[in-house]
């Protein structure tokens, strides 16, 4: 078996030694043209070569390890291999002919230098970076291969090095695996040409900006890593994507800032980032969307895998709206903000909060978002003033060792119509939040804590309520239903509405109560007698501070903690005294009492008072009236603003 394994390797390797004569191999670094550089295959043994080669004289010209060989004038060569550990350096134009055969192959570094480093390639030729290859432009002149209709293939493992600012990078299949490097030598914020292609892994190693870089709306798909370094956080040292100009679909696989700042866009749009890849922002490091909030950037995970975002430096893209589709699940590493005003997540396929949170104004989607990885995950929405409307369309989920908590943020309103069964609990900070869910329990299974805004609706919660803000049961008029203890600490308003027999109502399991009570009366007719039950408790302790509102003159509200019931009660009035004063023909009216007004009838001694009372034209205290005598009489009262 030994021996069979060792022929057939032997096999194997045998056509890759074959030489073949006028095989041309470098013997030592040097110069291209000098005769000392090369040696030549006679057909049996190397042999100091008697002139240098061409494609004219020569088969195939390698050009060994650990040799360097440089061209100083211009040359036209085929065949011609640029062996791993070998090094070609181009200061004059070097011409590649069509041939057999792959025309030019580098597995080890081809460099293209000085003014007339344009790489030449004939109608027809092929160019291969293998694996380990680097072909480096780092000359003066822009371009570094003048190709019409030859072939460039960097295979994987195979990479381009532009070092030159502001050239051109060359025309090529760029196959998986494969990069393309932006490193310049010069401090400079050029922005490279070439790169409308399709490459596979890009990085931008600009170490030597010193300002911001814009693409202009060039580099659009990156199949593998994109991976900036743009020097030092400081003075916008960023790499921007796109300018004010552009519009459109860009693709990139895994995104990681090493240095810098990333900008995606700085106005215009709309854009939609399509990452199928991971998401990384390192210390140190920032990613940012610096165009107008008007703008509209949308970062579109499609992979139908599962795609991390991380984030050890500044997130300051808030104006990013994330799309994650169905079949693929976003890991979140670290928190995501999506704060701006209008932006949304959409979650068509899986969000793993893991214990982070969530920012976002809108929230959509027909997926899943789920605190998978342990600790307390939240989803925060509003956070730009929003208005959302959970239906259960979208599934709020706790996961394995971790449950997921509801944030109401901004001044908008979020309404629940739909059970959900997270655990982490809601609360509440600005705005609304309008619970109508007709079964279950609106807000999962854990406690409702209401710092701001208010608590709303007549759906059901399940978990323990604290209110030390508003609370508003009902939509209009309406019942909410607190299976569990409720603690009041803010202000509670309730409406009632004598004319339709209605009024708000809270049916809860124990009630602590405290804080106001503010009553708004909203068809009137109120009379001392009538009542609302308003809570239906059963057990409580506790009263309302105070009650805010009135049911009408004389007449206020008084509420019994141990029944719940709101009653309408009389109150007792002390009759004003109305003060008068002569002086000529003017008469001076007056009181002590607030609360009331002056009215006043004319009529005959032999009518009396009859019903036609008017009201004096303000309400100034004390009233000035002229004696007429020539009304038969006047009669004055006080009677209740």
Not at 498 to 524: E, P, R
């Amino acid at each position: 078996m030994r021996q069979l394994l060792a022929l057939s390797i032997l096999i194997i390797t045998l056509p890759a030694l074959a030489q073949t004569a006028g095989d041309y191999r470098s013997a030592a670094s040097g110069n291209w043209n000098v005769l000392g550089t090369w040696e030549t295959y006679d057909g049996a043994n190397w042999v100091a070569a008697s002139v240098t080669p061409t494609a004219a004289n020569a088969n195939v010209i390698t050009v060994q390890s650990p040799h360097l060989v440089t061209n100083s004038a211009s040359l036209t060569a085929d065949q011609l291999i640029v062996a791993a550990g070998g090094t070609l350096a181009a200061s004059s134009t070097l011409t590649i002919a069509n041939g057999a055969g792959v025309d030019l192959e580098v597995s080890g570094t081809l460099i293209a230098l000085g003014s007339s480093s344009v790489i030449t390639l004939q109608a027809g030729t092929e160019f291969n970076v293998k694996s380990g290859g680097l072909f480096v432009h780092t000359g003066t002149s822009g371009t570094c291969v003048n190709n019409t209709s030859a072939t460039v293939t960097v295979e994987n493992g195979g990479r381009f090095l532009m070092q030159r600012p502001g050239a051109t990078v060359p025309t090529a299949t760029w196959s998986a695996g494969s990069t393309c490097e932006i490193n310049y030598t010069n401090v400079s914020t050029s922005r490279p040409n070439g790169l409308g292609q399709v490459f596979a892994n890009f990085h931008w190693n600009n170490t030597n900006q010193n300002a911001g870089n814009d693409l202009a709306n060039t580099l659009t798909n990156v199949t593998g890593n994109l991976i900036v370094n743009a020097g030092p956080l400081v003075g916008l040292n960023e790499f921007k994507l796109y300018n004010a100009s552009g519009s459109g679909n860009s693709y990139y696989s895994n995104v990681v800032v090493n240095a810098g700042r990333l900008n995606w866009a700085s106005s215009g749009g709309p854009y939609v980032w399509t990452l199928r890849g991971n998401l990384e922002i390192k210390t140190g490091t920032a990613m940012d969307v610096s165009g107008s909030s008007s703008g509209s950037y949308t970062m579109f995970l499609d992979s139908g895998g599962v795609q991390n975002y991380t984030c050890a430096g500044a997130n300051t893209a808030t104006k990013l709206n994330w799309t994650i589709t169905n079949g693929t699940t976003l890991n979140l590493n670290d928190d995501l903000p999506l704060t701006t005003a209008g932006r949304t997540l959409t979650a068509n396929g899986i969000v793993n909060v893991n214990g982070k949170v969530v920012s976002t104004d809108l929230v959509a989607g027909t997926g899943t978002i789920r605190n998978q990885g342990g600790g307390n995950g939240i989803l925060a929405v509003g956070a730009g003033n929003g208005n959302n409307t959970l239906d259960g369309t979208l599934a709020l989920l706790d996961g394995a060792g971790g449950t997921l908590g509801l944030n109401k943020r901004g001044s908008g309103t979020l309404t629940i119509s739909a059970p959900h069964t997270f655990g982490g609990g809601l609360t509440v900070s600005n705005g609304t939040v309008r619970v109508s869910n007709a079964s279950g329990s609106g807000t999962g299974g854990g406690a409702v804590a209401v710092y701001g805004g208010t608590l709303a609706g007549d759906g059901i919660i399940s978990g323990p309520v604290t209110v030390n803000s508003t609370l508003s049961p009902g939509a209009s008029i309406g019942k909410l239903t607190i299976n569990n203890t409720l603690t009041l600490g803010g202000n509670t308003l309730i409406e009632v509405d004598k004319a339709n027999a209605t009024n708000d109502q809270v049916v809860v399991t124990t009630v602590n109560y405290g804080g106001a009570l503010t009553v708004a009366d909203l068809s009137g007719g109120l009379i001392a007698g009538d009542s609302f039950t308003i809570f239906s408790a059963g057990s409580h302790t506790g009263d309302f501070g105070s009650i805010v509102g009135t049911p009408g003159p004389n007449l206020s509200w008084q509420f019994n903690p141990t029944n719940g019931v709101l009653s309408v009660v009389g109150t007792v009035v002390n009759p004003p005294t109305l003060l008068y004063s002569q002086a000529g023909g003017s008469l001076t009216l007056s009181w002590l009492e607030p609360g009331f007004k002056l009215q006043a009838q004319t009529n005959n001694l032999t009518t009396g008072i009859s019903t036609n009372w008017n009201n004096y034209p303000d309400l100034s205290n004390p009233v000035n009236v002229t004696i007429d005598s020539a009304n038969g009489a006047v009669f004055f009262r006080l009677a209740p603003q």
